[in-house]
């Protein structure tokens, strides 16, 4: 009983606490950051935070004229409970205006219900499954989906005779995504899929998967994989294997991605992806995008992830300009639905239809360039809907 | 021997002996009861937080129900997550497939909890010690597999989803600040307490408390061991699946970290922060641990870890009992 | 086949990893009855030892992993000197919080000087190649690993049966107190094999970066499988971890080549079947 008094204080004090740092501004617009900023998913959080603040502090530390707070959550990796919990406290407690970030389907799927519910609008940063802008009305997407750019991967790799392929996939919503797409166009160009490989999620050692794929007698293998350290594990395993010698092509995404490609060294050259931002793209833009990152945070590195965060804010200002700073999901929505503009990647726009970015897809290959390991852009696929939600 | 060292109420008179037929212990409603002021008055204090204090009734349930395993059985488990989970995913498909009531939900719930423990108890429970404690992470190992497998079920690693939940008994709506879900598991978790209490004042909960403390006297009495600890491993999961059905209710998601291991290493951390045995040191242990996780994470995500090792390292080299007990002598000896 | 080579091969690496990070918690939970959740932790700091002087300070492989080891027992002697001693009376339960604590200091500590990235150590370029077995190439990595995992199964044999400092060990497992009476000094003795085993965890964390990724979560995602490889393979018994690791490690493997989707289900139905099957330990009659 004595034990249990103390520890009612200790309750009391913590939640006394909370109360006092629920301190908010009256007049900034409230902007709801969601997304892992612990775990080994943690750079990605990481990076949001400094392309969110590099566009901020670039548009001179107000969007359409308002002061902005941004609210940090940390979801941890995939899990929708929790992240449900914190978007609630977020809309509830701290009365955000906007949400932004969302790196995992899953998280992005539990808060569906609670967004449409408060009509919150949501910039959706990365989460890459077709379906999630379809569970609400107020989901916009900057970042990508799976068949957005595999579709004319799959195209490229038939016109350049590669009639097998094998597809090694993270046995999740998303990599799931990307072999029904793959398959899909790849068999309406005329290919084969010889054998779809599902990896568990958690797996860390990709050499079995990686002989099973030497194994399938296939030209190429087609593969997702979540960003992070499964990654790096594959395409470790795929070099130490010897894969590229016994002509196995890689046909990739995301894997390339700048945050990890200096660790691959000169074993990545070659690797082929289709993806829709290369850090070395060359646009002024992006140029001033990269320069804006690194004045922020000389540690973050220009990839899919931040530029997502940065297109996200672009957006985000747009709303706030179209309802004046107020509160007004469907009107900042209307206004989303007609953006256009000249992204860091590229030419895109929001589609009016599906609130998701059509955005020019391009055919990468690692190379060097001055010691550096850069994703060149070989060749542009042209401007990409989702072709998921075409279906 | 006196037995009510072992209870919670103090020696009695012997003009009570009369009475010896039943256990002298408080009256099972009086916690439960604490419990449920507590709850409002906490609910009523912080309107905006009710979806922290649900997770944190939530948690209290679930942690109670270990204590009943852990504390009372004396069966160290790190697979208890099954049951939670199980209890979940079946009244998240339970509203997703055939009806959305919650109440019925929370039967399907609690059913499906308890018949997990009760198959998996009746394999588990014919080992001790550290080849039982094994075996449950084995169990709820492959569980999680499993669930993971039947992706057409339960959403995989996407999770359960697209599920809404209808009006708790046909009038209360589930609004957006979590009001009724904040109250609705509440309600559970004060019946739950006293129905565990019930549990462990009664002749069964002494026989499993007996079973605890030596089990080779208990079964040379003539105690059939099996069949009591097994029992007590069915209710437990029955009250588990109970937490995981309101957890997936007021959430109205599921996903596959409620049948990890992760989660069932929490929940005895958060009981053996509280204290084993005494199901109220479950409840402390839970909301403690839940409210320090929930404030020093949003404060530095990075940094929590640091918060919850010291403090774990901390209670075990001194253990609280110990310093209160320093703090009274030296304002004893300074009086 | 193949298929069931390549099984072989690769199982007997993963197992040959488990092996060396298991055995130390094996002996620490038997031979010292002492409830060490925090032993991945010691795995991690070894491999991030190795990691950082490899990297950071430029110094060679072949001398950074001595040192690593060296480092990580160090560390594991100091905490036992320090803390971890006043708790071999404690009950279990207490041990357990404890260790766990410590696991999250540690993982918190590394997040802390390291960040959350996964850390690579640059393997010099013997090791750094592929070797060609003439049906498939294996990385030479691993060929190393099943190597050491088979010195360390040997030596530690070696060292408990033959040396005196074994006996002593088995002396003071069996009772302490007439031990200390003999003039066998049990505190030395408690340390050092402590620290033994916290050496042993830190070379397995090295060897195992390539199958293992090193990041501050290391110490509890792998726990699970470690403490699963002392209870098939029976506390304190060193064969018995060697063989419930190879078993398990290739039950794993050929699960990934056959039938991934069913992710680690039968690595968790082979051990329960093993553990219903001989509770006390694979070898263990």
């Known amino acids: 009983m004595l034990f249990s008094r103390r520890a009612l204080v200790r309750a009391l004090a913590a939640s006394s606490f909370v109360l006092a740092a629920a301190q908010a501004h009256a007049q900034s617009v409230k902007i709801g950051i969601v997304g892992p900023f612990s775990g080994p998913f943690a750079h990605y959080g990481a990076l949001f935070k400094a392309a969110a603040e590099a566009y901020v502090a670039g548009q001179g530390g107000k969007l359409g004229g308002r002061e902005v707070e941004l609210i940090y959550r940390d979801t941890g990796g995939p899990n929708p409970a929790q992240a449900k919990g914190l978007v609630q406290e977020l809309i509830v407690k701290d009365k955000v205006d906007y949400l932004g970030g969302f790196v995992f389907t899953p998280n992005a799927l539990a808060v569906a219900p609670l967004i449409q519910q408060s009509q919150t609008p949501t910039v959706i940063f990365n989460a890459a499954t077709s379906a999630i802008t379809e569970k609400s009305d107020y989901f916009v997407r900057t970042g990508y989906t799976l068949w957005q750019v595999t579709v004319p991967l799959a195209r490229w790799a038939a016109k350049q005779h590669i009639a097998r392929v094998v597809t090694a996939v993270t046995d999740y919503g998303p990599g799931l995504d990307a072999e029904a797409a793959f398959k899909n166009e790849f068999a309406r160009q005329g290919g084969t899929v010889v054998e779809s490989i599902r990896m568990p999620i958690a797996t860390t050692d990709f050499g079995p998967f990686v002989q099973r794929i030497k194994a399938s007698g296939a030209q190429a293998v087609y593969t997702f994989l979540p960003g992070g350290p499964p990654n790096l594990g594959f395409i470790k395993a795929y070099n130490e294997n010897g894969l590229a010698r016994s002509g196995v092509r890689f046909l990739g995404t995301a894997e390339t991605d700048e945050f990890d490609l200096q660790k691959f060294g000169d074993s990545a050259v070659g690797l082929t992806t289709a993806f829709h931002y290369s850090g070395a793209h060359d646009s002024a833009a992006n140029k001033a995008f990269v320069a804006a990152l690194k004045k922020q945070d000389p540690g973050a590195v220009a990839n899919y992830a931040s530029v997502g965060a940065w297109d996200g804010m672009y957006v985000i200002q747009k709303m706030i300009e179209a309802t004046g700073g107020r509160k007004d999901g469907p009107k900042a929505i209307a206004a989303a639905r007609a953006l256009q503009w000249e992204s860091p990647r590229g030419p895109v726009r929001i589609d009016g239809k599906t609130r998701h970015i059509t955005q020019d897809v391009y055919l990468r290959q690692v190379e060097m360039v001055g010691g550096v390991a850069v994703n060149k852009e070989v060749e542009s696929f042209g401007p990409q809907l989702d072709h998921g939600l075409a279906q | 021997m006196n037995t009510s060292t072992t209870l919670q109420g103090p020696a009695k008179a012997p003009s009570e002996a009369r009475h010896a037929a039943a256990p002298r212990c408080r009256p099972a409603w009086r916690a439960p009861l604490v419990v449920l002021a507590l709850g409002a008055l906490a609910c009523a204090l912080l309107p905006e937080q009710l979806g922290l204090m649900t997770r944190i009734f939530i948690a209290a349930l679930f942690v109670l129900s270990l204590d009943l395993v852990v504390g009372v059985a004396g069966l160290a488990t790190l697979g208890h997550a099954a049951v939670f989970g199980t209890g979940a995913y079946a009244a998240g498909i339970f509203a997703l497939k055939v009806m959305p009531d919650p109440l019925a939900g929370l039967a399907i719930g609690i059913g499906a909890g308890g018949l997990l423990a009760l198959a998996s108890g009746a394999f588990l429970l014919r080992y001790q010690g550290f080849t039982f404690l094994m075996l449950t992470v084995a169990v709820a190992q492959i569980v999680l597999s499993l669930a993971q497998k039947a992706r057409d079920w339960t959403g995989g690693d996407d999770g359960l989803s697209g599920f809404t939940v209808g009006p708790l008994l046909g009038h209360f709506a589930f609004d957006l600040e979590g009001r009724v879900a904040a109250f609705y598991a509440l309600a559970v978790l004060v019946l739950m307490h006293y129905v565990a209490r019930r549990l462990v004042d009664s002749p069964f909960g002494l026989a499993v408390r007996g079973i605890h403390e030596n089990r080779a006297r208990m079964a040379a009495l003539g105690t059939p061991v099996y069949r009591r600890l097994l029992a007590m491993y069915a209710a437990a999961g029955a009250i588990a699946g109970a937490a995981g059905a309101l957890s997936a209710q007021t959430n109205a998601i599921v996903g596959l970290d409620s049948l990890s291991f992760a989660l069932s290493a929490e929940a005895l951390v958060m009981l053996i922060l509280g204290g084993a045995g005494r199901l109220s040191g479950a409840l402390v242990g839970a909301v403690v641990f839940t409210l320090l996780h929930h404030t020093a994470a949003s404060i530095n995500p990075y940094h929590w870890l640091f918060v919850v090792g010291f403090m774990l390292m901390a209670v075990v080299l001194v253990s609280p009992a110990k310093a209160w007990g320093w703090l009274r002598r030296r304002v004893g000896a300074a009086s | ?285």
């Not at chain 3, 010292?32 to 925090?38: I, K, P, Q, T």
């Not at chain 3, 060609?132 to 690993?145: K, M, S, Y």
């Not at chain 3, 830190?202 to 490889?229: D, H, N, R, S, T």
């Not at chain 3, 139905?269 to 509770?279: E, G, I």
């Open chain 3, 1 to 285: 086949m193949t298929v069931l080579f390549n099984i072989a091969v690769d199982g007997l690496a993963y197992g040959m990893v488990l092996f060396v990070i298991a055995v130390g918690l094996s002996l620490t939970l038997g031979l010292m009855r002492f409830v060490n959740l925090s032993h991945c932790a010691f795995a991690m700091v070894g491999g991030y030892c190795a990691a950082f002087l490899v990297r950071q300070a430029q110094w060679n492989f072949w001398l950074a992993v001595p040192a690593a080891i060296i480092a990580t027992a160090a560390l594991g002697a100091v905490l036992e000197m320090l803390v971890l001693r006043h708790l071999y009376r404690r009950k279990e339960l207490d041990q357990v919080l404890f260790t766990i604590g410590l696991s999250f200091f540690l993982i918190a500590a590394t997040n802390a000087l390291a960040g959350p990235q996964v850390q690579l150590i640059p393997l010099p370029p013997g090791l750094a190649g592929s070797v060609d077995l003439g049906f498939r190439t294996l990385p030479a990595q691993r060929l190393l690993v099943i190597g050491a995992g088979l010195a360390v199964a040997a030596g530690a044999a070696w060292i408990v049966a033959r040396t005196r400092f074994g006996v002593w060990l088995r002396a003071a497992v069996d009772h302490s107190g007439t031990a200390s009476s003999l003039g066998i000094p049990i505190r030395v003795v408690q340390c050092a094999s402590f620290a033994a085993g916290a050496a042993l965890a830190g070379f397995g964390g090295i060897l195992g970066a390539e199958l293992m990724p090193l990041e501050p979560y290391y110490a509890l995602k792998y726990l699970v499988l470690v403490l699963v490889v002392v209870a098939v393979g029976g506390m304190g018994s060193i064969a018995g971890s060697l063989a419930a690791a190879v078993v398990l490690g290739v039950i794993e493997t050929a699960s990934k080549y056959l039938a991934s989707d069913w992710g680690s289900l039968f690595f968790f139905l082979a051990m329960a079947a093993l553990l219903a099957w001989r509770p006390d330990g694979l070898l263990k009659r």
